[in-house]
């Protein structure tokens, strides 16, 4: 069992920032970022391979960064330019997959991952 807490959702007006982090009990070979908004679907935000490699949706690219602190068994995700639409509330997951996608990331998919966070709110308004 792994078990994730996460920390550092809010509030903040749009073009501001924000840190999302994960606490996590053991590290597994991928670990990701999810959200969901009211009446939408989940969306894979960002995943992160245990060496590093990661992948972004095409709606966060150049604003949001996951990392890792192996030290402290930490996921982050660092927030910029935050718009109305990023919205939702986030979930880390961790996870083992047996294959990565054919470019060597993990894939930003819910089954693909085992465990989950309780999720923390973050708001964006204009």
């Known amino acids: 069992q792994v078990q994730l807490v996460e920390s550092g959702g809010g509030s903040v007006q749009s073009g501001g920032s924000l840190r999302l982090a994960c606490e996590t009990s053991?590290?597994?070979?991928?670990e990701a970022w999810f959200r969901q908004a009211p009446g939408k679907e989940r969306e894979g935000v960002a995943t992160?391979?245990?060496?590093?490699?990661?992948r972004y949706a095409d709606s966060v690219k150049g604003r949001f960064t996951i990392s890792q602190d192996n030290a402290k068994n930490t996921l982050y995700l660092q927030m910029n330019n935050l718009k109305p639409e990023d919205t939702a509330m986030y979930y880390c997951?961790?996870?083992?997959?047996?294959?990565?996608?054919?470019?060597?990331?993990?894939?930003?998919?819910?089954?693909?991952?085992?465990?989950w966070g309780q999720g923390t709110q973050v708001t964006v308004s204009s």
């Open positions: 997951a961790a996870g083992t997959p047996g294959r990565f996608d054919i470019d060597g990331t993990c894939r930003p998919l819910g089954d693909q991952f085992n465990y």
């Open positions: 053991r590290r597994t070979v991928c």
């Open positions: 992160i391979r245990n060496d590093g490699i990661s």
